[in-house]
């Protein structure tokens, strides 16, 4: 048995400044540090033991801040992967979310989805699932449990690229999970099924 624990990072100031993320570095807010602890604790809860588990971090700050918090001691062991970023929003990067809303192009005339840029420079779906869907696939092959603290949007692709759904299929994906939430994978030994068990559960 295989268990993936999958965590976003909690509230950063990109968010109470309402500045479109993505790849633009922000950090934790005070409210963000105790939510971040609140999910330690919500692991330990779960049985998770933090000082065996394996775990890899988005390279941004408010990910690598979100993951020192629950590793506590263990920081030097947590393996950064850029990988695991949130998709990026190019030229609109720390943008005012409103004047980013203005301009932005959510969907395609065409009715494309896996190509779309919505802003200049931004990456498209397809970019972010190839580079998750690589680490995953890497990730899998790794012995033992593992504990990935990523973003909301990459989130979502982590857990499609865990179930192996192709990337031809990812054009819709996006389960919404919200700020320190915890997600739960799991994959048995004997079917070599991949299963949801938990999703997006908030614990702050």
Known sequence: MKKIYVVTHTEATHHIEEKVGGWFNSNLTE???SDAKSVRFKLEEFGINLNEISIYSSDLNRTIQTAHIIAKERSGDIVLDSRLREMSFGDNEGMEQSEHNKIMKPTSNSGERLDHRICSGAESRRDVANRIVEFVSE??????DALIVTHGFAGSFVIAAFQCIEISSMGYIDYKLKSGSISILESDDLFRNRSVKLLNYICI
Do not use: L
Request: glycine letters at 22%; hydrophobic letters at 35%.
């Open 31 to 33: 409210k963000g540090v």
């Open 139 to 144: 990730m899998m092959n790794q012995s033992g």
